[in-house]
Antibody
């Protein structure tokens, strides 16, 4: 069973940047697609980005394309999300997640989330 | 692909049979999952591939459908089932969720 722990959230001004990280343990991180999702306060779930096992392929929701970058360091069992040009609409809890199999796009394992607040 | 859940909210009693529906704006075969989320908690996978029961999920939960119309049924509501439920497709990008169905105690 994989454990996921996010970090890096906080308060940032509009236009600012933040880098989130997700530390994975318990299973072979390097064999799995990994995903970032988010949930704005009181709102529903939104898929943000995912990345394949070796970092060579990634996909993004349109609203973050060109502003967010997903990456991973398999040697350190870390997943990242670089957030640039932040707006109030990016305020949310950000979760990292992993599927039940190496390539599944539904998620069994979730971290507890890290809150990003974009406000002046 | 847009996913539309019905109803958006629902009041029911312990022991009731409840069905939530999810309609996709285009066909997604069986590439649909259902999640349960309680306030302040992370989502929990209930159903994958439209009807596959997630690990450790009670058998009172069941999923059905294919193409554009899907359902999540709870055969006999338990107190711990009062939560918000989301459907999610994984047929192609972008992956999207339904808006959620809030299940409340009557």
């Amino acid at each position: 069973e994989m454990q996921l722990v996010e970090a890096g959230g906080g308060l940032v001004q509009p236009g600012g940047s933040l880098r989130l990280s997700c530390a994975a343990s318990g299973e072979i991180f390097s064999t799995y697609w990994m995903t970032w999702l988010r949930q704005a306060p009181g709102k529903g779930l939104e898929w943000v980005a995912n990345i394949n096992n070796d970092g060579g392929e990634s996909h993004y929701v349109d609203s973050v394309k060109g502003r967010f970058t997903i990456s991973r360091d398999n040697a350190k069992n870390l997943l990242y999300l670089q957030l640039n040009s932040l707006t109030a609409e990016d305020t949310a809890i950000y979760y990292c997640a992993r599927g039940g199999s190496t390539t599944s796009w539904y998620w069994v394992y979730w971290g507890q989330g890290t809150l990003v607040t974009v406000s002046s | 692909i847009q996913l539309t859940q019905s109803p958006s909210s629902l009041s029911a009693s312990v022991g009731d049979r409840v069905t939530i529906t999810c309609r996709a704006s285009q066909g997604i075969s069986s590439a649909l999952a259902w999640y349960q989320q309680k306030p302040g908690k992370i989502p929990k996978l209930l159903i994958h591939h439209a009807s596959g029961l997630g690990d450790g999920v009670p058998s009172r939960f069941s999923g059905g459908g294919s193409g554009t119309d899907f359902s999540l049924t709870i055969s006999s509501l338990q107190p711990e089932d009062f939560a918000t439920y989301y459907c999610q497709h994984f047929n192609n990008y972008p992956i999207t969720f339904g808006q959620g169905t809030r299940l409340e105690i009557k």
